[in-house]
């Protein structure tokens, strides 16, 4: 299971993602956090560190968006995590981006609950 977070800020929702997939019986557990803001990766990958468990691997990178969905539509990511609604997510090319990196898109965005995007 490949779980890529395009928005993940500090990992939170990442975090519970792949330890979910965990609980209902994956054994290998694949999790890719993205984000823009060096800070908050920082925290993400501090958080990551307290997570222990084999069947779970997480990286988490300072990247542009639309630039790391490009490299994940080589290998489409079973799931893309988006929570869309920071300044600039509105940008030409977003959308397109995140329907080609993965199987499903979710996004977060409206309040009462996540929206898939692409299936």
Do not use: N, Q
Request: hydrophobic share 50%.
């Amino acid at each position: 299971m490949r779980i890529v977070d395009a928005d993940c800020a500090c990992g939170t929702m990442l975090i519970a993602a792949v330890r979910y997939a965990r609980e209902i019986g994956f054994t290998a557990i694949e999790g890719r956090g993205i984000d823009g803001s060096p800070m908050l990766i920082g925290r993400a990958r501090a958080a990551a560190a307290r997570l222990r468990d084999p069947a779970i691997g997480l990286s988490f990178e300072v990247a542009d968006v639309i630039e790391a969905m490009a490299v994940e539509a080589d290998a489409p990511a079973d799931i893309v995590l988006w929570h869309g609604d920071r300044p600039g997510d509105d940008h030409p090319g977003l959308r397109a981006s995140l329907a080609a990196a993965g199987d499903r898109i979710i996004d977060g965005r409206r309040p009462r609950g996540t929206k898939v995007l692409a299936a």
